[in-house]
């Protein structure tokens, strides 16, 4: 079972889970329901497939740098992982479908973006990170997706109808608007912000295995999270009185720390400092979850504050699992 955790490296699947509830939090302004769920499983499900198809495409690298990684010292085989990163691909889509055919397209997307990462351009400086970073923007975009369903309370509206007016109800079920189409262009934002993030420490992490490395990678990370503070105070008047930039100004201090580590001569080791970077995704993820309400009329909801806190407890989490199991 260690192994099997190992593999998926258990920390960061804290992280994941935070993608697409935030975007869908932003398609339908504040709203949860069962398409929430189907979203975060596809997402869990691909990530993980994707984990484990990085490991096999690494084989013979790992069994020269990293020997006892689960599938070169054999505690794994490797058409065991094989049928695993195909089950778990499939249950992605299947979950993906399940939250509608828009959500489907970004599960399809987020597949190949895996598939192109782990077999072609990971070894492509810059592309490669840029990649990556797509991947997670398109996990965002999924949960938004999944938001674009027809409006429920429409639906129920409609649904009343039917026994008197079956031709109108049928015609409100087929043209009832998306409830998350006035937000949509709100979740591009997002998952662009959470896409540059994912791709400077993606960028970075491919000095993991060297004792130096450039200085330029190691200051990209904080660098995104300022780009997005910017990004992100175009929505609000205000700072400290609202909930999403006062936590993304959190994310940005912890940044700077972790930077401060690796801007050291020499520099500190860089794969717990690649596993602070990851840490700090749920606290941005919780900041996407309480958009402002000013001026973009997204609004704040009971729902929204308790998928903030839940993503905020993963960070303790993270931290205490990335003592026992390796994060990147």
């Known amino acids: 079972m260690k192994a099997w955790l190992q593999l998926f490296r258990l920390p960061n699947l804290f992280t994941v889970p935070g993608d697409p509830l935030a975007g869908f939090l932003i398609a339908t302004g504040g709203r949860l329901d069962l398409r929430a769920l189907c979203a975060v499983l596809a997402s869990l499900a691909i990530y993980a497939a994707g984990l484990a198809m990085n490991d096999l495409a690494d084989f013979a690298e790992d069994t020269r740098d990293r020997p006892k990684r689960p599938l070169p010292s054999g505690a794994i085989p490797r058409n065991t992982a094989w049928f695993a990163t195909v089950n778990l691909t499939l249950l992605g889509l299947a979950f993906s479908f399940l939250a509608g055919p828009q959500a489907l397209l970004m599960g399809i997307g987020t597949v190949l973006g895996v598939v192109l990462y782990n077999f072609l351009t990971k070894k492509i400086p810059v592309i490669g990170a840029l990649n990556m970073g797509v991947c997670r923007g398109f996990s965002l975009l999924l949960g938004a997706a999944a938001g674009l369903g027809p409006d429920p309370q ?5 649904s009343n109808l039917a026994f008197f007016q079956p031709v109108l109800a049928a015609l409100l079920t087929a043209l009832a608007p998306s409830s998350g189409q006035r937000f949509f262009v709100f979740a591009i934002g997002a998952a662009l912000i959470v896409s540059i993030y994912i791709a400077a420490v993606t960028n970075l992490a491919r000095h993991e295995t060297k004792r130096d490395y450039p200085r330029i990678p190691r200051m990209l990370p904080l660098g995104a999270l300022l780009i997005g503070f910017v990004i992100l105070k175009q929505a609000t008047d205000t700072l400290l009185r609202d909930q999403s930039p006062a936590l993304w100004l959190v994310a940005i201090i912890l940044a700077a720390m972790n930077t401060s580590e690796l801007m050291r001569e020499p ?7 690649i596993g602070a970077f990851i840490r700090i995704m749920p606290v941005m993820q919780a900041s996407l979850c309480v ?10 909801t009971p729902a929204s504050l308790l998928a903030a806190l839940a993503l905020l407890a993963c960070v303790p989490i993270h931290a205490w699992l990335g003592k026992k199991f390796y994060a990147s």
């Open 154 to 158: 429409m639906l129920e509206a409609a």
């Open 267 to 273: 520099p500190a080791p860089l794969p717990p400092r």
């Open 291 to 300: 958009l402002p309400s000013v001026p973009t009329a997204l609004h704040k």
